[in-house]
């Protein structure tokens, strides 16, 4: 994991889709947890990270404002949110999918 190598003291994954396999086997990775789910039904206790980093996630987000709310609430003072941001509108993506929203 780059952020790890990099000297990250901690670093946490989610994606909705990561099997319980998946799980397991990235649980090896030192200083790090991952979790199955969306951000916004994790309960993230006291934890406030440094950083929070999405590689093509937006796109997908069904409430992008709620969820963007919530990462800035999860960053410590000071903290970064950096997201790729490329595929806006794309064919599976939340923002052109109606269906999707319920």
């Given at each position: 994991?780059?952020?790890?190598?990099?000297?990250?003291?901690?670093?946490?994954?989610?994606?909705?889709?990561?099997?319980?396999?998946q799980?397991?086997?990235?649980?090896?990775?030192?200083?790090?947890?991952?979790?199955?789910?969306?951000?916004?039904?994790i309960d993230?206790?006291?934890?406030?990270?440094?950083l929070?980093?999405?590689r093509?996630?937006?796109?997908?987000?069904?409430?992008?404002?709620?969820?963007?709310a919530?990462?800035?609430?999860?960053?410590?003072?000071?903290?970064?949110?950096?997201?790729?941001?490329?595929?806006?509108?794309?064919?599976?993506?939340?923002?052109?999918?109606?269906?999707?929203?319920?």
């Amino acid at each position: 994991m780059l952020f790890v190598a990099r000297g990250a003291a901690f670093v946490w994954g989610i994606d909705p889709v990561l099997t319980e396999k998946q799980i397991e086997a990235l649980g090896s990775l030192p200083r790090s947890r991952f979790t199955a789910g969306l951000l916004s039904q994790i309960d993230f206790g006291a934890q406030r990270f440094d950083l929070v980093y999405a590689r093509l996630v937006t796109e997908h987000l069904i409430d992008l404002q709620s969820d963007l709310a919530r990462i800035f609430t999860l960053l410590k003072p000071g903290g970064r949110f950096v997201a790729l941001h490329d595929n806006y509108y794309c064919r599976w993506g939340s923002t052109i999918m109606p269906s999707l929203r319920q």
